[in-house]
């Protein structure tokens, strides 16, 4: 045994050299074969790259990171920890307790707080999801079915060498009895050739599998994105009309006093239809009683702008934060709009982002 792997080995390492001479014929793997090789490597490569950028996306910190791979590496449950959301949101709770809770800033704080603690439990949620239903499939494919084909690629690789090496010595046989043992060996490792370049040939075909299942996969991220930014903008919608109930100017010591029933107004952020909808089952629009006025009546009334507005087509006026327009209200109109005019400039305007002057 230890003449005959002194032999082979020396053999295999000659034929290997003199290929990359070229030097010596070398089996040339038939196109299909060459193409599937090609596409599983780009599989591979754009996996582990897609991989990464999800991982930073779920964690941007890179010490976390490092962290819960180690943990993972040693089969350890990762420590629970709290998230940025929730680090806020608990900090706004413990500052509205230690102002007061009776008291509009204490009260606020802790509306805003027990909404950031619910954004950092969605966010957990799609983290935990994500890792499962997208990453794990993907890190399957690299630590399972990628390092069978590379194994069975490098076998592959050695039976050609084996099948190339058959060819050389047949060549090179002067003698009847040596050709014809050179034959059998060539028949041989043919044969052996043939039988791994086919077992490799339906793992790679396999691959289109895996372009299936990540699809799959694909999909359960992208739904389990869409359910955490809506959730996000669901807590946030609820959280603005909380804070639009609170009076707009307090006493010297911060408890709330109502001053001409002015109110904090809020704009509310349109969303794609496919979304659903925060006002849903809830009255529609939060027009104050004064728009509620102001439609009922065929007068026209004059409006601070409270923030920036770009027109999202001809029928529409810009608007710039602070500036004072004339507002109306036509017959038929949504309710949530009114005719704004700017000078001789005229256009729908959205009352969220408008406050009535007396």
Avoid at 38 to 56: F, G, N
Avoid at 154 to 181: E, H
Wanted: glycine residues 8%; negative net charge; charged residues 25%.
């Amino acid at each position: 045994m230890s003449f005959s792997i002194g032999l082979i080995i020396p053999l295999f390492l000659c034929q290997f050299t003199e290929e990359k001479l070229g030097q010596a014929e070398k089996t040339e793997l038939d196109a299909h074969l060459e193409n599937l090789l090609a596409r599983a490597e780009c599989t591979k490569q754009w996996t582990e790259r897609i991989m990464k950028q999800t991982e930073v996306l779920l964690q941007p910190n890179p010490n976390v990171r490092l962290e819960e791979f180690l943990y993972e590496k040693l089969e350890k449950k990762v420590p629970t920890r709290m998230n940025n959301h929730e680090l806020l949101g608990q900090s706004m709770i413990d500052s509205g307790n230690e102002f007061g809770p009776g008291t509009a800033y204490g009260n606020a704080l802790i509306k805003c707080g027990e909404t950031e603690k619910q954004i950092g439990g969605a966010e957990r949620e799609f983290i935990q999801s994500s890792a499962i239903n997208f990453l794990t499939p993907f890190r399957n494919f690299l630590e399972g079915d990628f390092k069978t084909i590379l194994k069975e690629r490098k076998l592959l690789q050695v039976k050609r060498l084996d099948l190339d090496a058959a060819k050389t010595r047949l060549k090179k046989a002067r003698m009847a009895d040596a050709r014809a043992v050179a034959e059998q060996e060539l028949r041989m490792t043919q044969s052996e050739f043939d039988r791994q370049a086919e077992i490799t040939r339906l793992l790679l075909e396999g691959v289109s599998s895996t372009h299936a299942h990540h699809l799959r996969c694909l999909n359960d991220f992208v739904e389990a994105q869409t359910t955490y930014y809506a959730q996000c903008y669901q807590y946030m919608v609820d959280l603005q009309k909380q804070l639009g109930s609170f009076p707009s100017s307090f006493s010297n010591n911060n408890q709330s006093s109502v001053s001409g029933g002015a109110s904090i107004s809020v704009p509310t952020i349109p969303v794609s239809a496919s979304l659903p909808s925060p006002s849903a089952g809830r009255g529609g629009s939060t027009a104050s009683g004064g728009f509620s006025e102001l439609r009922s009546s065929s007068g026209s009334r004059k409006a601070r702008v409270l923030y920036d507005y770009d027109a999202a087509g001809s029928s529409e006026l810009s608007l710039l934060a602070d500036e004072v327009i004339t507002v109306s209200c036509v017959p038929g109109m949504d309710s949530d709009w009114l005719m704004g005019e700017r000078g001789n400039q005229k256009g729908k305007v959205p009352i969220t982002y408008l406050e009535l002057l007396n």
